[in-house]
């Protein structure tokens, strides 16, 4: 697989690691990551809940645990280290401030526009920065924005399509057609790149229900720099979540995986379990809101507290939280570590690029 740059940072396996929270990326798995070449990935959602023992509120404990994070993946590994920051977080300012101060690599930043992005960069900041968009239409909006604004392009934009784990940048109705799909929107994207190369050369980053070989190749072909993959790392023995959270990942089937609707104010993608069927019932309202996490959420109207509900299930307590996943998440059927999931993913990829020849 060819390499390509961040900025200046050199991504030698074109794969970058999909933050995935609450809990379910951290340092353990980020720096694994890193340590074969890609880019490892923390979350910074719902960190405060992470670190309870330190002192302040909730929105302090993150901030000390998205430092706690850094310094710990730093430890262990000279790779490329980014963060994933929520736009919808109600704390998104502070965190990525603190991402920058610390310097993290690189900040990924989606569920929502970060419009004003550049503006936290100071003189002799490190980091890059890379929006998570679902259109054509967001990414250049974005570059505009941040050209005119700040004078400023982003270091490389990620595409997530409709398969992706998580929080979706599209309608209900969008999810399963044809003309979302991610093949579809990666030219799309690349196109709107391609208008600004001669300021700056952006990589795409195709995002979204890849977890083979042949997937990395296929986006590759149509001209991403490097992919994004999330449910793949989440079976491993370096995933920051619990073994019951993992095991989700081994025991579930096709059928298992729906889409849900999030208090974020987005659909998600998930597996099937206890708690969502206890949602629907309407038994998992919260009573009160000691976090208010995510800007959108107005917790009496919420049909459940979604950082709680991540939270538990990170830790294994799957009757009171769901597990979100890709549209292929189903498809694993072990724990392996990171380097074999590494090594396998590039032997798929030298077999195919190979019988090609």
């Not at 979604?306 to 694993?332: H, P, Q, S």
Request: hydrophobic letters at 40%; one cysteine or more.
């Amino acid at each position: 697989m060819k390499s390509f740059f961040i900025g200046e940072y050199e991504i030698k396996i074109p794969i970058i690691q999909g933050g995935m929270g609450v809990g379910v990326s951290l340092n353990g798995l980020a720096a694994a990551v890193a340590n074969e070449g890609g880019v490892g990935v923390i979350s910074a959602a719902g960190l405060g809940l992470l670190y309870p023992k330190f002192r302040g509120d909730y929105l302090e404990k993150c901030i000390y645990g998205l430092r706690e994070e850094i310094r710990k993946a730093r430890e262990k590994t000279r790779g490329v280290v980014g963060i994933n920051i929520m736009v919808a977080i109600t704390n998104f300012a502070d965190m990525v401030k603190t991402a920058i101060e610390e310097r993290a690599d690189v900040i990924f930043a989606g569920a929502g526009l970060p419009l004003d992005l550049p503006s936290y960069l100071k003189r002799g900041s490190t980091t890059k920065l890379v929006p998570i968009v679902s259109s054509s239409r967001a990414a250049k909006l974005i570059c505009d924005k941040w050209s005119s604004n700040y004078n400023y392009l982003p270091d490389a934009i990620v595409v997530e399509g409709p398969k992706a784990g998580g929080h979706l940048g599209f309608k209900p109705e969008q999810i399963e057609s044809s003309e979302f799909a991610l093949e579809r929107l990666i030219p799309q994207v690349l196109e709107v790149a391609q208008s600004y190369s001669h300021q700056k050369s952006i990589p795409v980053i195709a995002a979204g229900g890849i977890t083979s070989g042949a997937d990395i190749a296929r986006f590759l072909d149509l001209g991403a720099a490097g992919v994004q993959m999330g449910s793949v790392f989440v079976p491993t023995e370096e995933c920051d979540a619990s073994y019951n959270f993992k095991k989700v990942y081994i025991d579930s089937n096709e059928s298992d995986v729906k889409i849900i609707q999030s208090p974020v104010g987005l659909p998600g993608r998930a597996f099937d379990g206890e708690f969502i069927r206890s949602v629907a019932e309407g038994r998992e309202r919260p009573r009160s809101c000691s976090f208010h996490c995510i800007k959108t959420c107005d917790y009496t109207k919420s049909p459940y507290c979604i950082i709680k509900a991540l939270y538990n299930a990170a830790k294994g307590n799957l009757k009171k939280g769901y597990v979100f996943a890709g549209g292929n998440a189903y498809l694993t059927d072990k724990i392996r570590s990171v380097k074999e999931v590494f090594e396998k993913l590039k032997s798929d990829y030298l077999q195919l690029t190979t019988d090609k020849l």
